[in-house]
C-alpha cells in the first residue's frame, strides 16, 4: 500500500528529474564533444534520466497514463522553459500562451 503522499508528491519529483537532465543536456553541449567534462555531464544527465524513468514507471502503477503522463510533462515543458529563459533565451507571445494553455489543459485533466 503507497501512502497517500507519496502518491502524488513523486509526481514533481519524477518531473523534475527529467526537466533536470534536459538542463544537464544543455550544459553538456556547450562542452568540447569527447572531452572528459562533456563525459561527465552527459553522464549525470543520463543518472537523472535514469532515477527520472523508475519514478515514472512507479506512477504509472499509481495513476492512469492518460492523466500522468500530460502532468509531468507540463511540469517539465515549465521547469525547461523557465531554465531557458533564466539563461536569456527569448519567449515570443505564441511561446507564452502555449506554457499558459498547457498549465490550463492539466487544470482541465485533473478537475
Known amino acids: 500500500m503507497t501512502p497517500a503522499f507519496l502518491r502524488y508528491a513523486l509526481i514533481p519529483v519524477s518531473a523534475t528529474l527529467s ?5 544537464l543536456l544543455k ?10 567534462s562533456w563525459f561527465i ?3 549525470l544527465s ?3 534520466y535514469g ?5 515514472y514507471a512507479y506512477l504509472l502503477r499509481l495513476h492512469p497514463v492518460s492523466r500522468i503522463y500530460p502532468l509531468v510533462t507540463v511540469i517539465v515543458i515549465v521547469v525547461v522553459s523557465a531554465y ?3 539563461i536569456g533565451e527569448s519567449f515570443g507571445l505564441r511561446h507564452l500562451l502555449g506554457l499558459a494553455l498547457g498549465i490550463v489543459a492539466i487544470v482541465l485533466l485533473l478537475a
Request: hydrophobic fraction near 60%.
Open 84 to 86: 531557458g529563459f533564466s
Open 27 to 36: 550544459h553538456t553541449s556547450s562542452r568540447s564533444p569527447w572531452s572528459a
Open 19 to 23: 526537466a533536470l537532465a534536459q538542463i
Open 51 to 55: 532515477l527520472s524513468f523508475f519514478a
Open 41 to 43: 555531464w552527459l553522464a
Open 46 to 48: 543520463a543518472a537523472l
